[in-house]
C-alpha cells in the first residue's frame, strides 16, 4: 500500500513539472527608461541578466507595430505583473516615458501591478520633485510641460486645458512612483554587482505576486472514472495543480 501511495506522488510529480515547464509565463516584467540614458550600456546588461534568470521582461521595444504604438505600449504594462521604472536625469523629457509611468501608477492603485524604482545616477528627492526646480531632472520636465503646452495652446483652449491636465498627471505618476522602495545607482557603484542587486530583487517580487491577482489563462477540465483512479489519487492531483495556479 505504501509502495502504491509512493509510486502515485511520484507519478504526479512528474506529470506536474511536465505541465509547469510548458506553460506561458504567468508574470510578466516591464521595464520603462530613457533610452538615450542607458540603452547600449546599463540596460543592455541588466536585459541580459533578467533574460538569463529565467525571467519574462519586455520594453517598449516589444511593442508591435502595425497599431498607435500608444496602445501597443498600454497593453504591454497591463499585461505585466511587475514594473522597473529605471529614472535617470533625461526621463522626464521623454512624453514616451512619463505617459507609460502614469498608466504605471494607474495599474498600481489597481493593485494589479508592484513596481520598483531605479534611481540611476539621479537624486530620490530630484524624482519626487522637491529640489524647487533647480535640479537637472526638474529642468528637463519643466522644459518638456513648456515645449508641450506652446503645442497645445496654438491648437485649442480645449487642448492646452486637457495638456494641463496630462502635466498633473505626470507629476503626480513622478512622485507616487518614486516613493516605492527601490535601488539607487551611483556613478561609483559597481555595475555588474548593481545588476544583481536588481535580478534578486525582480525575483523576490516575482515570488510575492499573489496568485489572486493572476487571471487564468487556460482552464484545465478532468475527466476520469471514479472506481478506477480514486479519491487520493484525484485530490492529489487537484492539490497539485491548483498549486502551480491552473485553474480546474
Known amino acids: 500500500m505504501c509502495y502504491r501511495k509512493h509510486k502515485t506522488k511520484e507519478w504526479i510529480k512528474k506529470w506536474y513539472l511536465a505541465i509547469k515547464g510548458t506553460a506561458p509565463p504567468q508574470h510578466q516584467v516591464f521595464v520603462s527608461f530613457r ?6 550600456n546599463f540596460f543592455s546588461f541588466l536585459k541580459d541578466a533578467l533574460i538569463k534568470n529565467g525571467i519574462n521582461v519586455v520594453t517598449d521595444e516589444d511593442a508591435p507595430r502595425g497599431k498607435p504604438i500608444d496602445e501597443n505600449l498600454l497593453k ?10 529605471i529614472f535617470s536625469v533625461n526621463y522626464p523629457e521623454s512624453t514616451w516615458c512619463l505617459d507609460e509611468l502614469v498608466e504605471i501608477e494607474k495599474r498600481m492603485e489597481l493593485k494589479m501591478l508592484d513596481s520598483c524604482p531605479i534611481f540611476f545616477e539621479v537624486e530620490t528627492c530630484h524624482v519626487k520633485l522637491q529640489a524647487g526646480g533647480r535640479s537637472a531632472f526638474d529642468y528637463n520636465l519643466l522644459r518638456l510641460e513648456h515645449e508641450e503646452r506652446e503645442k497645445a495652446r496654438r491648437i485649442s483652449k480645449k487642448a492646452w486645458e486637457d495638456a494641463e491636465e496630462r502635466f498633473e498627471g505626470w507629476r503626480r505618476a513622478l512622485v507616487s512612483v518614486s516613493s516605492r522602495l527601490g535601488l539607487t545607482y551611483k556613478k561609483e557603484s559597481n555595475q555588474a554587482t548593481f545588476v544583481n542587486e536588481i535580478v534578486e530583487k525582480v525575483k523576490a517580487m516575482l515570488d510575492n505576486v499573489s496568485s489572486s491577482l493572476i487571471v487564468p489563462q487556460h482552464q484545465v477540465y478532468i475527466s ?25
Not at 504591454?76 to 521604472?85: E, F, G, M, N, P
Open 224 to 248: 476520469f472514472r471514479n472506481q478506477e483512479i480514486g479519491n487520493k489519487f484525484s485530490s492529489f492531483l487537484r492539490a497539485a495543480l491548483r498549486r502551480s495556479g491552473i485553474g480546474i
Open 35 to 40: 533610452g538615450s540614458d542607458i540603452r547600449h
Open 76 to 85: 504591454l504594462i497591463r499585461d505585466s505583473r511587475i514594473a522597473l521604472v
